[in-house]
């Protein structure tokens, strides 16, 4: 993509470091780079963008709404196993296509940086959403979305490195399966103690 400095705006920028990111897999690009993809020169992207923070935050944003909008699409009109398998489906099919971005997701709450931490609060929202039609307690749902967004990106991870395919060529995806089966086996076990102590505590106050 080649163009003149005055047909440069921030939308521009943004949307070439999104293509960059997706055709290489990783979670930056330098400005110097951009400027090449764009055929102007790096002091022009200065225009638009102040430093290479503020362009990953531009583009963590897209990100976030790209992956929300997907997820929302996955698991929209279903609800508890149902929506709890199409989620994690999801979320391995965006991890895969959109490499670069989902690992600028991953990167960037760990950074110092208030502004991104705030714009990563929407990550969450569709998995509470998902969890929370079990009828577990706010803080119960807050420990299950972290155990199962803690599965879906540890499986994301060791596939990325390569470890699941050093030793075997047992098919990933039924060891996918096998661990979102257990995590709704420990989920309904304790929605089922839930159910139970309640049934109890009604009948000691019926007595």
Known sequence: MSMSAKGLTREVIVSEA?????????PTVSLHELARRLGVKTPSLYNHIQNTRQLQREVFRYAIDKFVAH???????????????AFAQAYHAFAVENKGL???????PSQEDD??????LPLLKTAVEVL???GLPQERVAHWQRVFRAILHGFIAQEDLGYFYYYDTTDV??????????FLDGLHAEVDAGEKNRAGERNHDEE
């Not at 999104?18 to 990783?26: D, F, L």
């Not at 989902?102 to 960037?108: A, F, T, V």
């Not at 995806?173 to 257990?182: H, L, P, T, V």
């Open 18 to 26: 999104v293509a960059c990111m997706e055709h290489t897999g990783q």
């Open 71 to 85: 997820q929302e699409a996955a698991v929209a009109g279903k609800e508890r196993d149902q929506a709890v398998r």
């Open 102 to 108: 989902y690992r600028l997701m991953m990167s960037i």
């Open 115 to 120: 502004q991104a931490k705030e714009l990563a």
């Open 132 to 134: 929370s039609g079990y």
């Open 173 to 182: 995806g039924e060891s996918r399966d096998i661990a979102i089966q257990c």
